[in-house]
């Protein structure tokens, strides 16, 4: 900034005193909703593409401010890791979902699962496997019912580190699951180094199953790579029922997506059970 000229330099620096004042304005907004219990989990149903059996859930958070608004977690979310904040607030979110999953009584059937995501922010906290394992002695729900989900995004910089966390989390009992697969760098043999449990093809992959020969032939490829390596598939995003049909014919083991169900409330998903 030194090396700008007078009246760009005032005008940088203005710039960033905006920028400073709307992410503590952000950072305030995130923190009161958090003292408020204004955030809200949703829970997405997956179902078994074999026999339609409900097998588990996603939870997804929502934001419902004071207003009544009702905001979707890609509008907070980045803000939320940009403050630091998504560490405690993910934490509310792993501690609600597990309270909800014990709720349900899947804390004996190892069938049913609850899945949160996990953000590399949170993943990067140095007492993270201490914290997921404190809230399930908390809540007491099984270890094998909690489905953690990463995106690649954590796993390029600290590879080591990130062996060792997974290692824990293995350990610990919880299952590993990566994230929109497919967008990224990872590589199969990757995901076996990284214990992996599961894999969530990317949605856009299949949103593209039906336009595009070769996003196909990549889902195949996905679903009959992961089958050798004895990692379960989850589709995510079927809104169809050609898609869903597919990837059935295909070998995916679990279904995600609006074809099924959209993200429901914890009463509506009451009603499944
Ligand atoms: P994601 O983990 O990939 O979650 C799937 C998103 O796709 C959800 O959006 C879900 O509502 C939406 N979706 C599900 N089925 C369909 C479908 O058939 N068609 C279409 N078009 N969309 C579908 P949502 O709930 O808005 O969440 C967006 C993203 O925000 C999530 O993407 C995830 O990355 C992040 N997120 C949500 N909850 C949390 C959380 O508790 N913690 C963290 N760190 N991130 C979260
Ligand atoms: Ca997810
Ligand atoms: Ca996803």
Redesign the pocket.
Known sequence: AKALGGNRRTFYSEEMVDAVTRKLAVELALRHALEQEE?Q??Y?PQIRSCDGKLVGV?????WRTGEGELV???EF?PL??ETGL?VP??EW?IRT?CCQAVSWQCGGKADFQMS????P??FQEPDFVHRVSAILEETKLSPECLVL?I?EGISIQEEERTVAMLTALKEIGVQISM??FGTGYSSLSYLHRFQVDSL?I??SF??GIFNSSSQAAIVKAILAMAGSLNLKVIA????TKEQFEFLQANGCDWI????F???LTKEQVERLL
């Open positions: 955030f989990l949703y997405q996603e939870a997804l958070i929502r979707s977690p890609g979310i939320a890791e998504i607030i993910g979110v979902a949160v995501n996990v953000s922010r949170q989900e995106t994230d929109d969530k990317a949605q299949i949103g995510e995003g079927v809104e995600q997506g609006y074809y169900y959209r993200p």
